[in-house]
C-alpha cells in the first residue's frame, strides 16, 4: 500500500485494502454528490440510468477499484478517511464537464486528469483538499509522472462559495501547488496544468 504523510495527514492509495474507509466516508454523506459515489467521470456510470438503486452506483465503484481503474488520493486522519482526490488517465476519466469544448481547444490530452475532490464535512477548511492534491501528484509521480491537468473552480475576486459546492477546488489552491493557467472551460472553470517528474 502507498502511503505518504502530507502536513497532519497521511495519504494512502484507494484500493482494496482502503476500500471500506472510503466507503464509510461516502455512506456518511450519503454517497456524496447527490449519491454518484464518484463515478460521473467514468466512461461507464450507472447514474446515469435512471431508476437505479444507490446501491448500484457504490457497488460499481467498488468493481472499478478492484478493477484498478479507479483511483483516488485517500487523506487519512489517524484510521479515518477525512477526503479524497480522484484522479486518473483521459481513457479511465473521459466524461469531464465542458467536454466538447474542452476537446475543441485542447491540443494534446494530458496523462493524467483531477476530475473530483471530496472533503468530510467536519475538515472542510482545514487544509485536506491542498492534501488530497499534494497526495495525487506524489502517487502519479510514483507511478512514473506525466502531464497532470486538473480543471477548478475560477472565480471571480471577492466572490464567495460553500465549499460543499466546489468539486474541484479553486484555481488559487492549483496555483499553490504549482499548476499553470491554460485556458478556460465553461463558465466559471478553467484548465490547469502540470508536469509531475517521475519518483
Known sequence: MTET???DYTIRALDDSTWPAFRALAEKHNGVWGGCWCTWFHPTCVENA????????????QNLVHEGKAHAALV???????????????EELPNIHHRKEYEATAETLPDYRLTCFFIDRDYRRQGV????LDGALDLIGKAGGGVVEGYPHDLPPGKKVSSSF???VTRTTYEKAGFVY?????????????TVAPR
Open 5 to 7: 504523510k502530507v502536513a
Open 50 to 61: 435512471k431508476g437505479q438503486p444507490a446501491a448500484a452506483y457504490r457497488d460499481h465503484k
Open 76 to 90: 487519512f486522519d489517524g484510521d479515518v478517511a477525512v477526503g479524497w482526490c480522484e484522479y486518473g488517465t483521459p
Open 129 to 132: 483538499a491542498r492534501a488530497a
Open 166 to 168: 466546489l468539486y474541484n
Open 182 to 194: 491554460d485556458r478556460p472551460k465553461g463558465q466559471g472553470n478553467c484548465v490547469m496544468r502540470k
